[in-house]
């Protein structure tokens, strides 16, 4: 069985230094070790892909390098990352890590459960998630160095769907981490330092590591290598959401996939409009495959992410291949297999 590529998650507010920890885990990684970089902060203030280009050229090349810059990743996983994650994952060759460097916006626990969706578990996991708080900030009774820009940057992003006080996502990127970092400790005397680190402890789960750092300087090998899984650990790190209420949340740990074969369609419009109402009455999350055309050469790819869907002939179809309608169904669990393959088999042709 091939080992799953480990991920770590970089959480913390805008200006903690979530950049510059990770400028100096690509100069430091070890030589030879392919890293990809996901990128989702933005914003006058934030970071694209300019910053980090040229910290790691044989660990991260550019092209391993992707900004997702639609709006806070938590709340597009469905729409942008699961895609960002395919593409990456089809790549001829292949990453012995990655590193995604979330929003200073982002809920963590969103992000962690979509790595149990089954065609991303079955190939990665999260090594670790780490959050970078602000020493600096929090001896002064902050949050961030500049709150100002934090709220900037949440009325920029126009896909935001959380109004979470930054107490409140603060306390949730705590919950989340396997290792918190106290970055810019050299602005901070030896005794707030130490009242800081107490504050952070005390909303810490048992065995969660403390790094004091300063401009991101920290051990690449307390990074890298923490073998954590954390999706699998879900439910031990709850949002403030599910703190407030008991343990009880609207978000599902478990997801669900079946495929299924048609051997005929009426055509291409039946299909497509099919599928749209399937997935609009069956809440299906993603819908992907291939579909055999009446009199078309070429086989049609299908993607549909959420309410959306794409199509477009890929390739040819290949001598004495099958020419059938393949597609693969995911949402959370449970689904209501029968009524989907029921619905999905309306674009079929009438038996005459």
């Known amino acids: 069985m091939t080992a799953k590529i480990p991920t770590t998650v970089i959480t913390g507010f805008l200006g903690a230094g979530k950049t510059t920890l990770v400028r100096h885990m690509l100069a430091h990684a070890p030589k030879g070790k392919r890293i990809a970089l996901i990128i989702n902060e933005f914003g006058d203030l934030g970071v694209d892909k300019d910053i980090l280009a040229g910290c790691g050229d044989e660990t991260c090349r550019e092209e391993d390098m992707v900004e997702l810059s639609n709006g806070c990743i938590c709340c597009t996983v469905a729409d942008e990352f699961i895609p960002t994650m395919q593409a990456l994952l089809a790549r001829d060759e292949k990453f012995d890590h990655i590193v995604i460097e979330t929003s200073g916006l982002a809920l963590p626990q969103p992000l962690i459960r979509a790595f149990n969706w089954p065609e991303i578990k079955a190939q990665v996991t999260i090594d670790g998630v780490v959050t970078v708080a602000d020493a600096a900030a929090l001896a002064e009774g902050r949050f961030a160095s500049d709150e100002a820009a934090v709220d900037a940057q949440r009325r920029q992003d126009e896909m ?31 005794a707030m330092l130490e009242k800081v680190e107490q504050n952070i402890r005390a909303e810490l789960r048992p065995g969660v590591g403390i790094v004091r750092a300063a401009n991101g300087h920290v051990d690449i090998a307390a990074l890298l290598g923490m073998g954590m899984s954390s999706e699998d650990d879900i439910a031990n790190r709850p949002s403030h959401h599910e703190l407030e209420h008991g343990g009880e949340t609207h ?29 609009k009455a069956h809440d299906v999350l993603r819908l992907k495959g291939f579909a055999a055309i009446p009199g078309a050469a070429a086989r049609l790819a299908i993607q549909a992410v959420g309410p959306r869907v794409t199509a477009y002939f890929d390739r040819p179809w290949k001598p004495g291949e099958a020419k059938v309608t393949s597609l693969v169904v995911i949402g959370e669990s449970p689904l209501d297999r029968d009524a989907i393959v029921e619905s999905l088999r309306r674009s079929e042709p009438v038996p005459a």
């Not at 997801?255 to 109402?277: H, N, Q, V």
Request: net charge negative; no cysteine.
């Open 160 to 190: 935001l769907d959380h109004e979470t006080p930054l107490g409140e996502l603060f306390e949730d990127q705590l919950s989340a981490a396997d290792m918190i970092i106290i970055n810019k400790t050299d602005l901070v005397d030896p």
């Open 251 to 279: 978000e599902h740990d478990d997801f669900d996939s079946f495929s299924l074969t048609l051997d005929a369609i009426k055509g291409k419009d039946d299909l497509l409009a099919t599928i749209e109402d399937t997935i």
